[in-house]
């Protein structure tokens, strides 16, 4: 918002409507909260919110977000129609039950859907009467559900029983992203899968106490190495 109306006043200057920025002068009559810390849920917290969760279809909602790092509104708008052969195509989003499109271009990717969401979705399509087309997640059978709404109240009172640090259902994306970063060595697969560019997905890959460690393992291993070679050309 600041640097908005900064250059709204900035071009008002430059086209002689007005002879300075005001803005400059303008000053916070407010402290501002600081922001909350980014939180990403652990394997382990992720499998005992996903077992925890009651309803079928919460559980499903969340495992998208958790499992396969896809964004509440990317789930919201997942269709049966866009599951190929075991890949889930993201194609659509529908933020606050509105469905539309993606929040960029390269949101748009193709999951492969892991286990246990696989059996789990299968489960929840043959209890539906195996459609072929249509929302995976719809109040009434036509429109997405309001993502917000929904983890309220069919996910987030039965997460906080096994988990303390429940913040919501994007914190299972960042966990994805952590996860898939500390098992494999390589952001390729934490910004491929998250659908960002990789810029962007380095901020949701937080720090890890045990890569940490297990990285400053094995760099003492690699000075202990180089100072053998170097005694032993003395």
């Not at 993201?90 to 696989?118: M, N």
């Not at 109240?153 to 970063?181: E, M």
Request: with cysteine; aromatic share 8%.
């Amino acid at each position: 918002m600041k640097s908005l109306c900064s250059g709204i006043f900035s071009v008002a200057v430059r086209k002689g409507i007005i002879k300075f920025n005001p803005w400059r002068e303008a000053k916070a009559s407010v402290k501002v909260r600081p922001s909350s810390p980014r939180i990403e849920y652990t394997p382990e917290e992720t499998a005992a919110i996903f077992n925890a969760i009651q309803r079928t279809d919460a559980r499903l909602f969340f495992a998208l977000c958790a499992m396969l790092g896809m964004r509440p509104s990317e789930a919201a708008a997942a269709k049966w129609e866009n599951i190929v052969n075991g890949v889930l195509q993201v194609r659509e989003a529908a933020p606050y039950g509105v469905l539309g499109e993606l929040k960029t271009e390269r949101s748009k990717r193709d999951l492969g859907i892991i286990e246990p969401v696989a059996s789990l979705g299968n489960a929840y399509r043959e209890n539906l009467g195996n459609p072929t087309e249509g929302l995976l997640f719809s109040a009434d059978g036509t429109r997405p559900i309001d993502h917000n709404s929904f983890a309220k109240y069919f996910i987030a009172p039965d997460a906080r029983k096994v988990c303390q640090r429940w913040n919501g259902c994007y914190s299972g994306r960042h966990g994805t992203a952590t996860a898939l970063y500390n098992l494999t060595g390589d952001t390729r697969s934490a910004y491929q899968t998250l659908g960002n560019s990789k810029q962007v997905a380095d901020g949701y890959m937080h720090p890890s106490t045990e890569q940490g460690r297990a990285g400053m393992l094995q760099y003492e291993k690699r000075l202990l190495e180089a100072e053998a070679m170097r005694k032993g050309k003395e």
